[in-house]
């Protein structure tokens, strides 16, 4: 009986009262926000502007221990931001490792910095790896680490994989989720998904849509970004983008809940994905990062029903690539969101081949 009083006092007023009325967002965000604030003696937790490429851009910096390895997010889209979804996906990160978000170029945050016509000229490939450098050599002189670990997702798992072939010295190790690479190939097999999914489904209107773009990618031409975009929906609606859904909204609506993001902020967060996409990601297309040796430990996370990015073409590349190390992790009931459709099982993965390596290098709390 006693233990049963003791239970019961433990409880909180408001949960023995009526159900309340729908909280506001600045409610709901301020009880994420404390339940994953960071107060370990050796945590670590800033959020600033840092001046990449001669503008300021949002960068974040989180973990438990500020000794434990160094973790650098690279988002995708261009302009997919992970940052305002990351308290959903991420937080068990920061208990292995120091997780650095950085809302790049015309993306989330950064975007709403500078004024866009400012931007629109230095948007290009090569500018985006320039920013990534810079990037990666701030945090490292930042954290104090001579090598950190890079996790890319889709379009910023081109930057990743480029960043493997320019400063592999920089570098415990990479990921690449949802891997970018034999681009081409990867768009044909999209198209021919979606068409074969339309036709069983007798989806009179993707049938059309698919085959007004046809053949797709056009032979000797550049993607057109209108029909990439055609592509991309029908491959959404048949579960490419995320496993068993018609859309990727399970993923970014998470954006809403973010307690990195004002109320303002979250309202526009993608507008620098839809202004940066259309330019940047045909550049990238163009410049595919199929390379054939590396000299950092590589692991791709791959998503078993990922069309988007298409996972086959990705441990195909893999099975080619010759490397130090390499691992690739498929994720059965994931697409191409696979830290936010198996979160349990990504951060079991980033901790079971990435911080042997960091052991390895000393690179670890004594």
């Known amino acids: 009986m006693l233990a049963l009083s003791v239970a019961l006092a433990a409880v909180p007023a408001w949960a023995t009262e009526s159900p309340a009325k729908p909280a506001s967002r600045a409610q709901a ?37 500020r000794r434990n390895p160094v973790l650098i997010f690279l988002h995708g889209g261009p302009g997919y931001v992970a940052t305002p979804m990351s308290w959903y996906f991420g937080r068990g990160w920061e208990e292995y490792f120091t997780v650095v978000h950085w809302d790049q170029r015309a993306s989330g945050r950064t975007h709403l910095l500078t004024d866009p016509e400012k931007i629109r000229p230095t948007l290009s490939a090569e500018q985006a790896l320039a920013d990534a450098e810079a990037l990666i050599a701030w945090a490292r002189e930042t954290l104090g680490k001579e090598k950190v670990f890079i996790v890319g997702h889709s379009g910023g798992s081109w930057l990743g994989l480029h960043m493997t072939q320019r400063r592999p010295e920089w570098l415990h190790g990479y990921v690449g989720v949802g891997q970018v690479v034999n681009t081409r190939e990867g768009e044909r097999r999209g198209w021919v998904f979606a068409m074969d999914a339309a036709r069983r489904d007798g989806n009179a209107e993707a049938m059309r849509e698919l085959e007004a773009i046809a053949p797709y990618p056009a032979p000797g031409k550049p993607i057109k970004i209108e029909d990439l975009y055609t592509q991309r929906r029908w491959v959404a609606h048949y579960g490419g983008t995320m496993a068993y859904r018609r859309d990727n909204n399970a993923d970014s609506a998470l954006a809403r809940l973010s307690p990195d993001y004002s109320d303002e902020e979250s309202r526009r967060v993608w507008e620098g994905n839809s202004f940066a996409t259309p330019i940047l990601l045909p550049q990238m297309l163009d410049h595919d990062p199929n390379f054939r040796e590396l000299a950092v430990p590589i692991i791709l996370f791959a998503g078993r029903h990922d069309i988007n990015v298409n996972a086959d073409v990705g441990a195909e590349w893999l099975a080619r690539l010759k490397a130090p190390e390499k691992h690739i992790v498929w994720f059965e009931n994931s697409a191409h969101m696979p830290m936010t459709e198996e979160p349990g099982k990504f951060f079991l993965s980033l901790v079971q081949y990435l911080r042997p390596i960091a052991e390895r290098a000393g690179d670890v709390p004594r």
């Open 29 to 65: 965000t301020a009880i994420i926000a404390e339940a994953r604030k960071i107060l370990a003696p050796h945590g670590i937790d800033r959020t600033e502007k840092v001046r990449i490429g001669g503008i300021d851009q949002w960068v974040s910096i989180r973990g438990m221990d």
